[in-house]
């Protein structure tokens, strides 16, 4: 194995995955081992809720990762998502005597007081500069522009500082240095999105677990970031309601599950099995699982600000292990009427891997491979 070599974990809510690669000479990433654990017992909704259990997890998984590689791992590269993650709306206004021209610095100082903008039980762990406001001008670059009114207009995802604290002392009682957190919906729309997307408008919709999570992107800058609690696992739970185990709900959802069904291909006669003595009529577990698709795409359509919804002409960006449901595209096409849906199965990287799980290129390891891409 090389002696170099980077390690990123990603904490989602089903599953805990370890990832260890190297970078090539020629840009590509040779992955050299995944390792993964069952998070369900102590992280919820991307949130650690058991820390016990989390630092049990990261200990199996750094343990595993390091007898693969036959090497101790040093430092790690975290993704960060979940419930804890929002984005707000914050303007700084700046007057200035008549026909002032715009410095570096007057911009510099605008973003300065954003940065130090308070909220309660929460703090900035990201800024996206949207536009400055040069008198009644937007403009993207105020630099050498007279003008008596600078406004800086930012995007600050903020996460809860409980959430910090306790992802910090995961890793330092599992005795794992963190390397660099980065907020997983950024590297995820790095490496699936196109520049053209991003350019000319477009929702990243990541179809998880526990949780879904909406990233709105125009002129390459998010404009907006936000999780939903609702995720494929409630799919899950629904079908469980016809009285069976949720594992054996979950082996119905990934056998007969279709995001949409017109009604004239539904037989009404057809009986889908549960078990040995009991079936349930196909129509009714279609519709079960309809009802909860279609109040995730509201959810998630409700997130798009309504000054986005006409410039999205990059379309809707679907990926996660929600996305592999058949019709997905049909379903998110009926409700928010855009034409120009694709699923992204794969990472815009080059990855060579013996992995059967990166192979099948189904978009569950997409943000992971985003971690290692981004690691140093």
Known sequence: MPKEFIVAIELGSSKMTGIAGKKNLDGSISVLAVVKEDSSACIRNGVVYNIDKTVTCLTNIKKKLENILKSNIAKVYVGVGGQSIRSVRNNILKELPADTVVT??????????????????????????????????????????QCSRLEGNFLNILWRKTFYRNLNKCFEQAGIAIAEMYLAPLMLAECVLTEGERRSGCVLVDLGADTTTVSVYHKNILRHLAVIPLGSHNITKDISSLQMEESDAEKMKLKHASAFTDNNDIDNSLMLSIDQDRSVESRRFIEIVEARVEEIIENVWFQVPNDYIDKLLGGIILTGGGSNMKNIERAFRNRTHVEKIRIAKFVNLVINSSNSEIKAHDGTMTTVLGLLGKGK
């Open 104 to 145: 570096q610095d007057m911009v510099n100082e605008l973003m300065d007081a954003n940065r130090i903008q308070t909220y309660p039980d929460q703090e900035i762990l990201d800024a996206a500069t949207q536009e400055y406001k040069v008198d009644q001008q937007y403009q993207s670059d105020p630099v050498g522009i």
